[in-house]
């Protein structure tokens, strides 16, 4: 079992930064591709970036140039650096990771980003 921790919402003005964090229960370079995904009221989740063991990153078109995923190994810890946050970024943002023991991965738990005046 594979528990995986997120931290850093909160509330934020538009223009805003946060710094979401995925702490790992398991040595992060055991994992396989990681990401971030985010589900707004009534939408469905949806991937926002993701990271490979070989640290390649993918994101959505409408965060492209605004947020950066990374990982630490050494911190076990996978980040998601957020600037001029959009009221339309607001959502429950969760990570997940993939793992070979694992056909579906795990997920966390999720934090909430409100941007907002």
């Known amino acids: 079992q594979v528990q995986l921790v997120e931290s850093g919402g909160g509330l934020v003005q538009p223009g805003g930064s946060l710094r979401l964090s995925c702490v790992t229960s398991?040595?992060?370079?055991?994992?396989?591709?990681m990401g971030w995904y985010r589900q707004a009221p009534g939408k469905q989740r949806e991937l926002v970036a993701k990271?490979?063991?070989?640290?390649?990153?993918n994101y959505v078109e409408s965060v492209k140039g605004r947020f950066t995923i990374s990982r630490d190994n050494a911190k076990n810890t996978m980040y998601l650096q957020m600037h001029n946050l959009k009221p339309e970024d607001t959502a429950v943002y969760y990570c997940h990771a993939d793992y070979w023991l694992s056909t579906t991965g795990y997920w966390g738990q999720g934090t909430q980003v409100t941007v907002s005046l």
């Open positions: 990271i490979t063991s070989i640290m390649t990153t």
């Open positions: 398991i040595t992060i370079a055991s994992l396989g591709t």
